[in-house]
Nanobody
Framework: QVQLVESGGGLVQPGGSLRLSCAAS????????MGWYRQAPGKQRELVAA???????DYADSVKGRFTISRDNAKNTVYLQMNSLKFEDTAVYYC??????????WGQGTQVTVSS
């Protein structure tokens, strides 16, 4: 079992920045994947950014150049630095952890609201 605890969401004006954190605990083994999805009201959950324990990263086209995913493997923590936020970035952001067997665990979600 893996537990994920997220933090860092909130209300921000367009053009502002937020940093999300997600700490994993429990049965953590490498290799693994961690990253972020988001779900806006009335929309499907979509991948925002992904990272592997080996260091590779991937981003949705809509956030490339604005969001940066990073991780501290020693702390089993993944971060999402979000800059130049737009109205359309408003969503609940979910952290995930994918084990080497392919099991998927989710965080509880954190609300990000971009509003003036």
């Amino acid at each position: 079992q893996v537990q994920l605890v997220e933090s860092g969401g909130g209300l921000v004006q367009p053009g502002g920045s937020l940093r999300l954190s997600c700490a994993a605990s429990g049965s953590i083994f490498s290799p693994n994947g961690m990253g972020w999805y988001r779900q806006a009201p009335g929309k499907q959950r979509e991948l925002v950014a992904a990272s592997s324990s080996g260091g590779s990263t991937d981003y949705a086209d809509s956030v490339k150049g604005r969001f940066t995913i990073s991780r501290d493997n020693a702390k089993n923590t993944v971060y999402l630095q979000m800059n130049s936020l737009k109205f359309e970035d408003t969503a609940v952001y979910y952290c995930y952890h994918r084990t080497r067997r392919g099991d998927l665990y989710w965080g509880q979600g954190t609300q990000v609201t971009v509003s003036s």
